[in-house]
């Protein structure tokens, strides 16, 4: 019998359908970013992965939307749209605010006792419950915020040369760091999958030691690959990400 999904390229939250024959990996953004990055990664791929971009609200292709502010809101609301990509191989990929979605998100999705990720990526991410070094951004004022956002990133001031741009961000990076600062984990049972980290040499902002604590959160087991790079590894140094995202997806479909 043929399955036919609900999910099509005009949905909210997914650009992509699901694939049959492919690992469908869906990808999340870090704070104040989106998943249009990810539409480059495709090209550069085998057939054997299928990116799937989540289109957080906020920015990109649903800039007008409302961004959400905590985290419980935001997981409800993906775990209810993300249903029919768990009837095939699926896999999660977080860039540092996005390992913490992924994280919440299967956790959900084992409490709703769907099908589980056959991995979860954690890009320059530590984990949930790993000490935080986060801006304040609970601030009307434009340049207290911006201050604060240089703090944690002084690569932000590469952007503010772009004064309209830099208006146009402010909203879902404060929308995003509020969902951060407020995100306080219950200990849960653990995952099922194996979870799979990248981590920056030269990441100052999440240094490679808080990403270690992954592997208490998942009896799958747990890798954690140093490449050479910052925060920004999905830009700057995307190949050996791509090279693993394409060999683990050989390694699920030939069993």
Not at 129 to 157: M, S
Request: glycine content about 6%; charged content about 20%; overall charge negative.
């Amino acid at each position: 019998m043929r399955v036919e999904f609900s999910v099509h390229s005009t949905s909210v939250w997914f650009s992509v359908p699901p694939t049959p024959g492919r690992l469908n990996i869906l990808c999340l953004p870090q704070a104040g970013g989106d998943t249009s990055l990810y539409n480059r990664w495709q090209r550069l791929l085998p057939p054997t992965v299928a990116l799937i971009p989540v289109l957080l609200p906020g920015r990109g292709l649903r800039l007008a939307d409302p961004p959400f502010r905590a985290m419980a809101d935001l997981i409800t609301a993906l775990a209810d749209a993300i249903t029919p990509y768990t009837a095939l191989p699926y896999a999660l990929f977080g860039s540092s605010m996005g390992g913490w979605i992924a994280h919440a998100l299967a956790q959900e999705l084992l409490q709703r006792r769907l099908s589980a990720p056959v991995a979860l990526f954690a890009c320059t991410s530590s984990t949930p419950f790993a000490k935080r070094r986060l801006p304040n951004v609970d601030t009307d004022d434009r340049e207290t915020l911006i201050a604060e956002i240089l703090a944690f990133n002084p690569d932000f001031d590469r952007v503010l040369v772009y004064p309209e741009l830099v208006d146009l961000l402010l909203p879902v990076i404060k929308a995003d760091f509020t969902l951060c600062n407020g995100y306080r984990p219950q200990q849960a049972p653990r995952l099922t999958c194996p979870i799979i980290g990248f981590a920056g040499s030269r990441d100052q902002i999440i240094p490679l030691e808080t990403m270690r604590g992954w592997a208490e959160l998942t009896e799958g087991g747990f890798s954690l690959t140093e490449l050479d790079g910052d925060h920004f590894l999905i830009e700057t140094a995307p190949r050996p990400i791509l090279t693993a995202l394409a060999a683990y997806a050989e390694q699920v479909l030939t069993g």
